[in-house]
């Protein structure tokens, strides 16, 4: 799929850098070659993903969104790294902080780290359900019971639709 990408174009090139991530976590990768990947066709001003193969991307939303699609599979590490690579390039994302905390609180639990870029994303977007969710549960994690379980019942009535995982931090909190 990477070698893909200097021989197509259009939707055929945007198909094989969107699925580039999901292959690189099924054969074990880093995330290095898809950071490298989309690194050179952002260079090229070529970055686009599916299903809007037409428009070109920034290299640190490629970087985003290749991130969360290893990070829904298990690839937490290339996750990690792809999120930092996408905050080094713009360091304003609410979103990639708040996905990026959220793994290095699951990896390595409530580091310095992990709750600078919850609080991060707390600041850029304070009524989202998915950065409350985060920043409860970081609380959780470091003790802080009252604290926790204000941010997460908040979370659970900003949620559009009910969230299984907000319900499951918010049980947690409460025992």
Not at 27 to 46: E, I, K, M, R, Y
Not at 98 to 119: I, S, V, Y
Request: aromatic share 6%.
């Amino acid at each position: 799929a990477a070698e893909g990408t200097d021989v197509t174009r259009g939707a055929v090139r945007s198909g094989l850098l969107t699925a580039l991530p999901v292959l690189e976590c099924a054969a074990g990768g880093d995330g290095s070659l898809t950071a490298v990947t989309f690194a050179h066709a952002a260079q090229q001003n070529t970055l686009s993903l599916m299903p809007q193969w037409f428009q070109e991307t920034t290299l640190a939303d490629g970087l985003s969104v290749a991130a969360q699609s290893m990070g829904m599979l298990g690839c937490d590490d290339a996750a990690i790294l792809l999120y930092e690579e996408s905050l080094q390039l713009d360091p304003s994302q609410g979103l990639v902080s708040n996905n990026l905390a959220w793994l290095l609180l699951q990896r390595d639990g409530p580091t310095d780290r992990a709750e600078k870029l919850a609080m991060f994303a707390f600041d850029q977007d304070p009524q989202a359900a998915h950065v409350l969710d985060t920043l409860g549960w970081l609380r959780f994690k470091q003790g802080r019971a009252e604290e926790s379980l204000a941010l997460l019942v908040e979370a659970a009535g900003q949620a559009a639709e009910p969230s299984p995982e907000i319900f499951d931090h918010l049980g947690d909190a409460f025992l």
